[in-house]
Antibody, heavy 122, light 110 residues
């Protein structure tokens, strides 16, 4: 069974850092682009960024709202994707999801984790 | 403010047809395919329609999608109570080099 499980969320003060993990199983993780998304309380979905597979140089792209503060990485040996969030702001408060385009194409997100909540507050 | 524009809400009685619109631009819907996601309360989004009008395995055929120019739409025929959810359109944006989403439409079954 294909699974994505996020962890690492919690309460953090503004300006601090937090690293989220997306532990995967059941598919060839190293072959796939991994994305991160977020959803602020009561709001819509926002794409955060992606990391391509090693075959594509592990290239990354980020949304303008997080560029320069967030970093996505991956460990193919452990089938884990990471989201390192620095200089956190109150507006980064959201449920964070990892996901991937597994079946139908790299930008058709049919795999999602259950999400992990990040609260940025003093 | 979302890059793709959706109505915030839609509603219908059981059995009715409901349509949700999604408006974009030449850099997203106008040049890339549209996907739709369903999000039930308290759960992660689920792929509902991909490549404008394709249904993943397991999605009932009462859900259908279409795209024309820089707009797309999702139709739910024979509305059922379990269709109460938030629906999001999404596409890749070539100018932003981002995936972009609509703001979501909350569907209520009256």
């Amino acid at each position: 069974e294909v699974q994505l499980v996020e962890s690492g969320g919690g309460l953090v003060q503004p300006g601090r850092s937090l690293r989220l993990s997306c532990v995967t199983s059941g598919f060839s993780f190293g072959d796939y682009t991994m994305h991160w998304f977020r959803q602020a309380p009561g709001k819509g979905l926002e794409w955060v960024g992606f990391i391509r597979s090693q075959a594509y140089g592990e290239a990354t792209e980020y949304a303008a709202s997080v560029k320069g503060r967030f970093t996505i990485s991956r460990d193919d040996s452990k089938s884990i994707a990471y989201l390192l969030m620095n200089s956190l702001k109150t507006e980064d408060t959201a449920v964070y999801y990892c996901g991937s385009g597994y079946t139908y194409g790299p930008d058709i997100f049919d795999l999602w984790g259950q999400g992990t909540m990040v609260t940025v507050s003093s | 403010q979302s890059v793709l524009t959706q109505p915030p809400s839609a509603s219908g009685t059981p059995g009715q047809r409901v349509t949700i619109s999604c408006s974009g631009s030449s850099s997203n819907i106008g040049s890339n395919t549209v996907n739709w996601y369903q999000q039930l309360p308290g759960t992660a989004p689920k792929l509902l329609i991909y490549s404008n009008n394709q249904r993943p395995s397991g999605v009932p055929d009462r859900f259908s999608g279409s795209r024309s120019g820089t707009s797309a739409s999702l139709a739910i025929s024979g509305l059922q109570s379990e269709d109460e959810a938030d629906y999001y359109c999404a596409a890749w944006d070539d100018s932003l080099d981002n995936a972009v989403f609509g703001g979501g439409t909350q569907v209520t079954v009256l």
